[in-house]
């Protein structure tokens, strides 16, 4: 089998039959690649969803009893798959036709490397004030990750991310497979650290963008997802100690210390009280009722900064608080 494409899916049952349909219009012949979809204990109608899909490339599907997160999806996937090459792919992408073609030959011609692809947003969600102000964070984000250009198309990449990633099965044998106590995010910097340790580049190639096909673009959604990110974004810190300790987020986010200074120290105590339940809830109205009123975007861009962030220190702070807990707990090992 030349490439396996691995879908971690949970409660996505209205986007994931569009991935499995792109999928099925790649110009590579079917029995060259299989798919395998790990339904992460979804509650939702997932199941019946891939009972009834048809599709002419091999499917395999597998289900967890209970939701444990992206990175125990995903292994299941990788631990299953025959392919060559392992593409990782997100439940709500729509791929180009020459997504497994093109993935494959970046990979043959940059033996030493990963491949990344980019997302963009639905072209309809541009209609709405959050769905470009996701199109903007999503391009900056991809932006402040690309380095040098290598060939036309393709560019060194600092972080990879799992959304629209490609690899050899061999490297698994290196690297080892994902983390499991990353369940939401920072699952593919945790992998990326030990792929350079071995000597592992990322490589951007422009032709693998996909469309996230997020039919809403909720804001509390996302909110909610940036929480449990940032809990996860304290499992990093504590895995590489030095690393990611001085990050923006952590500073920006942790406990108040010395070395703040006045300004910082005030805004993390400003932080305290805005992420509590009554006062997001009201910032949240707020945003609804400036939608409402068609406010301009750089007002709401505002609005939604303000309450990602506390969603974001909230789930920091959270983080922290697990972390504490567990240090103080008898048999305690970093790492």
């Known amino acids: 089998m ?34 395998l979809v790990i339904d992460d204990g979804s509650t939702d109608t997932t199941s019946d969803v891939l009972r009834a899909v048809s599709v002419p490339f091999a499917m395999r599907t597998y289900r967890l009893p209970s939701n444990q997160g992206v990175s125990a999806a995903r292994n299941v996937g990788l631990r299953n798959a025959t392919g060559q090459y392992l ?29 990344v692809g980019g997302v963009k947003q639905l072209p309809s969600l541009s209609s709405t004030p959050f769905g470009r102000f996701l199109d903007r964070l999503e391009r900056q984000f991809e932006q402040a990750r690309i380095a040098s250009q290598v060939a036309p198309g393709l560019y060194e990449m600092t972080t990879p991310t799992a959304r629209n990633l490609s690899l050899r099965r ?24 030990r792929a350079r340790q071995h000597g592992i580049r990322f490589i951007y190639n422009t032709v693998l963008e996909c469309v996230h096909n997020d039919q809403a673009g909720d804001l509390k959604r996302y909110c909610q997802f940036q929480r449990r ?24 986010n942790g406990y108040p210390v010395r070395s703040d200074g006045a300004v910082l120290v005030a805004r993390k105590l400003a932080k305290r009280v805005l992420s509590t339940g009554p006062s997001r809830r009201v910032i949240g ?29 909230r789930g920091w702070r959270e983080g ?5 807990k567990r240090r103080t707990t008898p048999g305690f090992k970093r790492g």
């Open 170 to 193: 061999s490297d698994l044998d290196r690297t080892g497979f994902f983390d499991e106590r990353f369940r939401v995010t920072c699952e593919d910097q945790d992998l990326a650290h």
């Open 285 to 313: 109205f707020t945003i609804a009722c400036s939608e409402r009123l068609r406010l301009p975007d750089v007002w709401l861009h505002r609005g939604y900064r303000l309450l990602i962030g506390l969603h974001i220190f």
């Open 2 to 35: 030349l490439a396996s494409i691995v879908i971690s899916t949970y409660n996505r049952a209205a986007a994931l039959p569009s991935t499995l349909d792109a999928l099925r219009r790649q110009d590579l012949p079917a029995t060259e690649f299989e798919v």
């Open 87 to 115: 593409i990782m792919v997100s439940d709500d992408l729509l791929v180009p036709e020459d997504f497994i073609r093109a993935h494959v030959a970046t990979l043959r011609a940059h033996p030493d490397a990963w491949v």
């Open 320 to 324: 922290l608080r697990e972390t504490e």
């Open 229 to 252: 990110g940032a809990q996860d974004a304290v499992r990093l810190s504590e895995k590489y100690p030095g690393v990611h300790d001085g990050s923006p987020i952590a500073r920006l």
